[in-house]
């Protein structure tokens, strides 16, 4: 299994709609996971961390599902400032930096 | 404000020159970071640093060199041993240690080569 995997999308939803990304990565003894967010030509930024079982912040949510190695993000009544590339993080084995995902692209429309 | 400046933003360079991108941060982080992108991909991990005079290799360092004298500052230099350097370069800080928590961008260089 490689690091961490993305689905790479795109994924097209209309305004309002609820999608859902998921992430699986490999080391199984990571202990902090992130979402950042890229926009079209940026830098990343951070989203959402995730410590523990999950996290919510607004619209969006984060789980964690340890014994299957995968953690999601939950994205719930979409805006067009949504549409973006989302792309999971996991620490290297070594757990001094972090590995990206080759990120999931959303496009909201009206 | 505190933050990370990268320069130059674009960049263009023939085939067999060496170039240096510039990092610096005044976020007082131990930790900085070089990665790359190519379009449609994910960050690549060139080198990272921990500390001041200490650096390692990530995935894919071939053709890349940095140095870390200051805490401040981590530049990147392209030699012409990079067959493929055309790329998006981003630089990062953090705090350092196991599980490393939130990083901070700059802005990134676009290198082309002619």
């Known amino acids: 299994r490689k690091e961490v995997e993305q689905d790479p999308g795109p994924f097209n939803v209309p305004e309002g709609a609820t999608v859902a990304f998921n992430c699986t990565y490999s080391n199984s003894a990571s202990q902090s996971f992130f979402w950042y967010r890229q926009d079209c030509r940026k830098e990343p930024k951070l989203l959402m961390s995730?410590?523990?079982s999950g996290n919510e912040d607004g619209r969006f949510t984060a789980q964690l599902n340890r014994a299957s190695q995968y953690i999601s993000l939950l994205i719930r009544d979409s805006k067009l400032s949504d549409s973006a590339t989302y792309l999971c993080?996991?620490?290297?084995?070594?757990?001094?930096?972090?590995?990206f995902g080759k990120g999931t692209s959303l496009l909201v429309t009206p | 404000d505190g933050g990370i400046t990268q320069s130059p933003k674009y960049l263009f360079r023939k085939e067999g020159q060496n170039v240096t991108l510039s990092c610096e941060q005044n976020?007082?982080?131990?930790?900085m970071y070089w990665y790359r992108q190519d379009p449609g991909q994910g960050l690549r991990l060139i080198y990272y640093s921990q500390i001041v005079n200490d650096f390692q290799k990530g995935d894919i360092a071939e053709g890349y060199s940095v140095s870390r004298e200051k805490k401040e500052s981590f530049p990147l230099t392209v030699t012409s041993a990079q067959k493929n350097p055309t790329a998006f370069y981003l630089c990062a800080s953090g705090l350092r240690g196991p599980n490393t928590g939130e990083l901070f961008f700059g802005e990134g260089s676009r290198l082309t080569v002619l």
């Open positions: 976020l007082n982080h131990d930790a």
């Open positions: 995730v410590y523990s």
């Open positions: 993080v996991v620490p290297l084995n070594s757990g001094y930096a972090l590995n």
